[in-house]
């Protein structure tokens, strides 16, 4: 549909007005000929007349012509350049469908190259199971799993904090040998990266508080091979102090030795979640921060008995417990 607000009109008048202009010259000029009767190239009067009218005609395609293509470039370039036009076109077309085909053939040539690559990856993955399956009968130490760990006082010297962290490296490499790993050279069976190693260094150095470091492992290592860990440092702060009520409850005593005894557990894995919000760092695979003694869960067990009604039992810290761990607690029962 024709947008009349993109027509220029004022092309179109002065081609209207050009056109006006030389027809009414051409029949102006007709007529005092054809009075005079005046002859033009042996015609007669009256067929000079109608030859003059064709050629005023003939003068107002010519005057549109000209303004048209003086006024657009679009008029000029199909006036004088139409064949090279069509031309060009043809050869666009030509392009067109040449680049249609290559673009068909890249994108099958993407979906071979992307089914290769998924076959490889399924393939990767089943190699990796297979691996993991052959060496599972011989990992030393996991993933994840903790080796040692050690207590830095603040405001050490570089040099002293650097002693700390290479005795925190032996007893873990005293460990994962126990374990059946075997020492790398001189730097026994424990290796961290130097930047990580020179990182916990530079951040504990003149601390303004104690930091407890952890040896953690970053993956599998089987028997007979070093272990690969990551020195983990963080502030250790205190969390409880010793007498302080970690959780309460009420048990039974009525109940069956059995049922007693899975009460208390019960109490004590809320000790280790509260615990672990109030800030104590676990082990990072069993997510336990310390233990109770069995025979003093027993002799809890055997006090309750005794009583043989409803009594209150809590779980109370043996000892200050800081963020380093491990959580001392008691039972006492009312």
Not at 90 to 110: D, P, Y
Request: charged share 25%; proline share 4%.
């Amino acid at each position: 549909m024709i947008d009349l607000r993109q027509v220029s009109w004022g092309l179109v008048l002065l081609v209207l007005l050009i056109g006006v202009m030389v027809s009414f010259i051409g029949d102006w000029v007709g007529r005092r000929l054809g009075k005079r009767r005046v002859s033009l190239f042996g015609l007669r009067p009256r067929h000079t007349g109608v030859a003059l009218a064709v050629l005023s005609g003939v003068v107002v395609s010519v005057l549109t012509l000209v303004v048209l293509s003086f006024a657009s470039e679009g008029v000029r370039m199909a006036l004088l350049g139409m064949k090279a036009i069509q031309e060009r076109i043809e050869g666009l077309k030509l392009e067109l469908a040449e680049n249609e085909r290559t673009l068909a053939e890249v994108k099958a040539e993407k979906e071979r190259l992307e089914g290769q690559v998924r076959e490889l990856k399924d393939l990767a993955s089943r190699l990796r199971e297979g691996v993991a399956v052959l060496r599972e009968g011989e990992i030393a130490v996991r993933a994840n799993e903790l080796l040692a760990q050690e207590v830095v006082p603040p405001g050490l010297r570089e040099e002293e904090v650097r002693s700390h962290l290479e005795r925190l490296l032996q007893r873990a490499s005293v460990v994962a040998i126990l374990r059946g790993a075997r020492p790398s050279s001189d730097d026994g069976a424990v290796f961290v990266p130097t930047s990580n190693f020179e990182g916990v260094a530079e951040k504990l150095t003149s601390a303004d508080v104690a930091h407890v470091v952890r040896a953690i492992a970053y993956s599998n290592s089987v028997v007979g091979e070093p272990v690969g860990a990551l020195l983990v440092a963080f502030p250790n702060r205190l969390v409880f102090r010793k007498g302080d009520v970690i959780v309460s409850g009420t048990v039974d005593g009525s109940s069956s030795p059995e049922e007693i005894e899975a009460a208390l557990h019960l109490l004590l894995q809320r000790a280790n979640v509260r615990a672990i919000e109030e800030g104590v760092y676990p082990d990072p695979i069993t997510r336990r921060v310390g233990a109770i003694p069995a025979s003093e869960l027993y002799e809890a067990v055997g006090r309750l008995r005794s009583m043989g009604r409803p009594s209150a039992v809590r779980v109370v810290a043996d000892r200050d417990v800081y963020s380093s761990g491990p959580v001392s607690v008691r039972l006492e029962v009312d």
